[in-house]
C-alpha cells in the first residue's frame, strides 16, 4: 500500500505492507486524513516514534465485524489493553500499555489501510461531510477542555494560540458564553477569529494583567507556558494542549506564589464532537488550507509548517 512513514525523516513510499489487524480490530481504507501540530513534531523527534504518521481520518472499514464492514468511521487514537490499573479504573486513555495511532506503538493513517480496535471505531453520519469529519478528533480535544476545567459564562478565558487547535477550542469556549479572547502572532488566523465573531488580539499588543480564570495554552512552541504564566489570576487555571518535541525552560515561582493549577489536557470525547459538526454548531470548513494527494505528502508538510496555514489534508482514497 502508499503510506506516509517517519524513520527519521518524512518519506512518501508506494509499497509499504499492508496492515494485518489483530484481535478485536477492524481494516479501515483511508479517504482523508489530517496534519495536526503532533505530526509536525512527530517529524522533528517527537515520542521517537517510527512508522505510519497520523492520526485524524475518516475513511471506510473493509474488514472486521460485519456490523462495521462498509460504514464510514472516525477513529479514536489510544488503543488501550482493557485490563491494567488505569484502564479498569476508567481512564483507558492513559492506559499504561497503550499504543497511540501514528504516535506511539502503532502504526497512523497517513496510509491507504489503518487497522484499528474496533471499540475505537464511532460512525460518521451523514451531515457530516469527509472534510469535516477530519476534523473530529481534534475537535474532541477541544471539547475536552471544558470538559476538565468547566466554564461559565462570568469567567474571563484566553486561548494562547491562534492555530488549527486554537481556533477549534476558541469555538467550543464560546459556546459557553465566557469573555474570551484569542491572542496570538499570525494576523491571518487572528483575523479568521475576528471572522467568527471572537474578539482577537495580537501578542505584541496583548498586555497581561493577571486577571484571567483560564488560559488556554496551544500555541504548539515550548515558549507557551512562560507566555501563558502572567496572563492568570491567583488561584486561575493554565490549560495545557501543546505537545513539542523540544523542552521547555520555564519560571515555576509564580505558579507556585498565584497558586495557579495547572491541567494538562489531551485526547478527548468523540460523541460530542461528532454532534457538534452534525449541528453545524461548530464551523470548521473554513479552515481548511490545501488539500495534498498522499504522493505529495512533503509538499503537504511543507504547507502545514507555513506561518498562517490551519488545516492540511491529505486525500487518500475516495471511498
Known amino acids: 500500500m502508499r503510506a506516509v512513514v517517519f524513520d527519521g525523516a518524512v518519506k512518501f513510499v508506494d509499497r509499504h505492507p499492508d496492515p494485518t489487524p489483530g484481535t478485536g480490530e477492524a481494516l479501515v481504507r483511508v479517504h482523508l486524513a489530517g496534519l495536526c501540530a503532533t505530526d509536525l513534531?512527530?517529524?522533528?523527534?517527537?515520542?521517537r516514534f517510527r512508522g505510519v504518521v497520523g492520526h485524524e481520518m475518516v475513511g471506510t472499514v473493509v474488514g472486521g465485524s460485519e456490523s462495521w464492514i462498509g460504514r464510514r468511521v472516525a477513529c479514536e487514537i489510544n488503543a488501550p489493553c482493557r485490563s491494567c490499573d488505569l484502564c479498569q479504573s476508567g481512564?483507558?486513555?492513559?492506559?499504561?500499555?497503550?499504543?497511540v495511532m501514528g504516535i506511539d506503538g502503532r502504526d497512523g493513517c497517513f496510509a491507504d489501510l489503518v487497522a484499528v480496535p474496533e471499540d475505537n471505531l464511532?460512525?460518521?453520519p451523514d451531515a457530516v461531510s469527509d472534510e469535516e469529519a477530519?476534523?473530529?478528533?481534534?475537535?474532541?480535544?477541544?471539547?475536552?477542555?471544558?470538559?476538565?476545567?468547566p466554564v461559565e459564562s462570568r469567567m474571563r478565558v484566553v486561548v494562547l494560540g491562534s492555530g488549527r487547535l486554537g481556533l477549534l477550542v476558541a469555538?467550543?469556549?464560546?459556546?459557553?458564553?465566557?469573555?474570551?479572547?484569542v491572542v496570538g502572532r499570525n494576523s491571518?488566523?487572528?483575523?479568521?477569529?475576528?471572522?467568527?465573531?471572537?474578539?482577537?488580539?495580537?501578542?505584541?499588543?496583548?498586555?497581561p494583567r493577571a486577571d484571567c480564570d483560564v488560559v488556554v495554552e496551544c500555541t504548539g512552541s515550548p515558549e507557551g507556558v512562560e507566555l501563558a504564566i502572567p496572563m492568570i489570576r491567583p488561584r486561575g487555571t493554565l490549560v495545557l494542549k501543546s505537545t513539542c518535541a523540544e523542552a521547555?525552560?520555564?519560571n515555576?515561582?509564580?505558579?507556585?506564589?498565584?497558586?495557579?493549577?495547572?491541567?494538562?489536557?489531551?485526547?478527548?470525547?468523540?460523541?460530542?464532537?461528532?454532534?457538534?459538526?452534525?449541528?453545524?454548531a461548530i464551523d470548521v470548513r473554513s479552515m481548511i488550507s490545501r488539500v495534498f494527494p498522499i504522493e505529495r505528502a512533503l509538499d503537504a508538510f511543507e504547507a502545514a509548517e507555513q506561518p498562517g496555514a490551519l488545516k492540511v489534508m491529505l486525500k487518500i482514497s475516495t471511498a
Open 171 to 181: 469555538q467550543v469556549l464560546a459556546t459557553t458564553g465566557c469573555e474570551l479572547r
Open 252 to 280: 515555576l515561582a509564580p505558579v507556585v506564589v498565584n497558586e495557579i493549577r495547572i491541567v494538562g489536557s489531551r485526547c478527548g470525547p468523540f460523541p460530542e464532537a461528532i454532534d457538534a459538526l452534525a449541528r453545524k
Open 134 to 149: 477530519v476534523f473530529i478528533e481534534p475537535l474532541a480535544a477541544a471539547y475536552q477542555v471544558i470538559q476538565q476545567c
Open 41 to 47: 513534531q512527530i517529524a522533528r523527534g517527537y515520542m
Open 188 to 207: 491571518d488566523t487572528l483575523s479568521a477569529c475576528e471572522k467568527k465573531g471572537i474578539q482577537a488580539e495580537h501578542i505584541e499588543q496583548f498586555v
Open 248 to 250: 521547555a525552560t520555564v
Open 122 to 124: 464511532h460512525a460518521v
Open 91 to 99: 481512564l483507558s486513555n492513559h492506559c499504561r500499555n497503550r499504543t
